[in-house]
Structure formats: C-alpha cells, structure tokens
C-alpha cells in the first residue's frame, strides 16, 4: 500500500491560471510535508514544507494540510510556464529516523 | 558551498561489473541517503546514514552496500550490477534529529545504465 498518494497528470493549466496539485497520505503519524518540484533531469529542489493545520503561503505558492482528512495541496497562482515541472509530495513521520516517504509526483505543464 | 555532489554522472556498466557512486556534502549535515529514481516514479529510499559510522537499510536495499567514515562522504556501491539497478541515483542530505525533519538537499544525479 502507496503511503503518499499523486495524481501522475499531467496537469495542464493555462498561463496565469492556478494549478491546483493534490496529495494523500495513509499514515496518520505523519508530522510534515514537503513539496519538491522537479525539472526533467534534474534533482528534486525543495519548494516549502507545512506542518500545521492550515495555509501556509510563501510567494506565488500556499501549501494546504488537512490532518483530519489525510490530505496535502500546492496552489501555485500566476501558474508561468517555468513552473511546468514534476510535483513531488513527501511525508515525514515523527520516530522514523528522519526517513521522507514521497509520492511518485504529478507533472504540471502550464500552457501559453 | 558546493553543496552536494556526485560522481560520475553517467556511466554505463554491463551485468555483473561493480561500481561505487561517490557523494559528498560540504553542509555538515549529520544525515545523508541514497535514493533511486525509476522513470515515471517517485523517489525510493536505498539507505540512509545518520551520522559516521552508521547506516540503515531503506526500502530497496538489495544488491547495494553503503559505508560512511566521514560526515562528508557517503558512497554507494553496486556489487554484480543487474539490468534491473538501471536508475538514476540520487544523494541527499540533511540536518535532522529523532524528532525534527529538516530539508534534505539533493546532488545533481547519476545516471546509470547497466547492459
């Protein structure tokens, strides 16, 4: 059983649209999340972390957590075409010795 | 700050050849793992390290073996490399405690092929 849960897309949004990217979690010990965004052949880079019920905004992005219903969403508003890339979500569980569980992505392309 | 870094970036290996993947982080981060990255997939967890001198198996541990003697370095080898081990590989590291996640950094990749 998938611990960490993403649509495969792709996701394609229009230039200047919000794109809305979704991801589940089984494991309700999971403390914090992480969203990576990944161009194609490179390496995942870190786009912001939440660990809190709620919204947490940094620039053009807010991550969601909804503990209660296992969930995790990245809004990315003013979608550009630089943002079209592979989403990873990864969860933290707290005791695991530091081990990140993540999803296997959902690819967004943002359209002109 | 470099970073972290890997070596080599390719490399071609045919069935039953050995190799060890380099990686190194000038960030003193205590923690530090070896991901693989099949195409259309997630990352999955090879082994990680929480500090010199100890490692622990991850998710898909079979036919690699790690070692870590210093905080900077965390090699991976590949012993009678199989076509299935074809991946790109990547190294991570961060600072983190038992109860306390912080980001992991990741090197650029290798990207391995084995024939």
């Known amino acids: 059983q998938k611990e960490v849960e993403q649509n495969s897309g792709p996701l394609s949004v229009p230039e200047g649209a919000i794109a809305s990217l979704n991801c589940t979690y089984s494991?309700?010990?999971?403390?914090?999340f992480f969203w990576y965004r990944q161009y194609s052949g490179k390496s995942p880079e870190l786009i912001m972390f939440?660990?809190?019920?709620g919204d947490k905004e940094d620039g053009r992005f807010t991550a969601q957590l909804n503990k209660a219903s296992q969930y995790v969403s990245l809004l990315i508003r003013d979608s550009q075409p630089s943002d079209s890339a592979t989403y990873l979500c990864?969860?933290?569980?707290?005791?695991?010795?530091?081990?990140?569980?993540f999803g296997t992505g959902t690819r967004l392309q943002v359209t002109l | 700050n470099a970073g972290v870094t890997q070596t080599p970036k390719f490399r071609i290996l045919k069935i039953g050849q050995s190799m060890t993947l380099q990686c190194a982080q000038d960030?003193?981060?205590?923690?530090m793992y070896w991901y693989r990255q099949d195409p259309g997939m997630g990352l999955k967890l090879i082994y990680y390290?929480?500090?010199?001198?100890?490692?622990d198996k991850g998710e898909v541990p079979n036919g690699y073996n790690v070692s870590r003697s210093t905080t900077e370095d965390f090699p991976l080898r590949l012993e009678l490399a199989a076509p299935s081990q074809t991946s790109v590989y990547f190294c991570?590291?961060?600072?983190?405690?038992?109860?306390?996640?912080?980001?992991?950094?990741f090197g650029p990749g290798t990207r391995l092929l084995v024939l």
């Open positions: 939440i660990y809190s019920n």
């Open positions: 990864a969860s933290w569980v707290t005791g695991t010795a530091s081990k990140l569980t």
């Open positions: 494991d309700r010990g999971s403390q914090s």
């Open positions: 991570a590291s961060s600072y983190s405690t038992a109860g306390y996640q912080e980001t992991q950094y």
């Open positions: 390290s929480v500090g010199a001198g100890i490692t």
């Open positions: 960030m003193n981060h205590n923690y």
